[in-house]
């Protein structure tokens, strides 16, 4: 179990350098989104010929970078949809069991199903190098090329959480939420500060009482 406990954190920490690379992503589709966005008023306005097909198609293809690739971090994190309103109610260990089955059963086979689907569609887009039927657009087949990309990503993270729900279960792991992870972290933060107040209030006090024992010397000098 250890040596898969550090599978896991392997695979934790490449998810969240990719979630980095998701955070620049997402400020490069800002970028270009208001580049469009400008770019269409100084074409109608100004003559200009800022704005374009293959412009307004990179916007999506962005977004479909972020949607596809980023799957994998929210799931490290514990930040992806819950529809069940009982599961932050539960025992730690129960919270894992429920993860560990519905990983196993539901998670992987729905990414393996879909890794069955899409690298024949891929592979024919890539064969026919299929394109935009705008003039101007960009290639459809590296798009496309995402979505396998995407679950296999999703695939091994779910591998990583299905490792940690059965430490869990097993008593090798300490199974926390998000929530409770963030509410620790704030814990954290807050008695850091604490003791960075008490720290910088040390030195004033020490002040104080040097300069009552000066003024004392200097009465009875007096």
Not at 195 to 222: C, I, S
């Amino acid at each position: 179990m250890p040596a898969l406990l550090g599978l896991a954190r392997a695979i934790d920490r490449f998810s969240s350098w990719l979630g980095v690379i998701i955070g620049g992503v997402t400020l490069l589709m800002i970028g270009v989104g208001l580049f469009n966005v400008f770019g269409r008023f100084a074409d109608r306005y100004l003559g200009t010929q800022f704005s374009s097909n293959s412009l307004l198609e990179l916007q999506w293809y962005l977004f479909s970078v972020i949607f596809l690739l980023g799957g994998a971090y929210v799931l490290s994190v514990d930040e992806h949809v819950r529809v069940d309103v009982l599961y932050g109610r539960l025992a730690p260990k129960r919270r894992a069991l429920i993860n560990l089955v519905g990983t196993v059963l539901f998670l992987l086979p729905f990414c393996v199903i879909v890794l069955w689907v899409a690298i024949p569609w891929f592979r024919l887009s890539f064969g026919i190098q299929e394109g935009s039927p705008d003039p101007g657009g960009l290639l459809r087949w590296p798009v496309k090329l995402l979505i396998p990309i995407g679950f296999v990503l999703l695939f091994i993270q779910g591998i990583s959480e299905a490792i940690k729900a059965a430490g869990a279960l097993t008593g090798h792991y300490e199974y926390r939420t998000q929530d409770e992870l963030e509410a620790l972290a704030a814990d954290v933060q807050l008695d850091r500060a604490g003791l960075d107040g008490l720290l910088v209030g040390l030195p004033d006090e020490a002040e104080a009482r040097m300069n009552e024992t000066k003024m004392n010397d200097d009465q009875r000098k007096k």
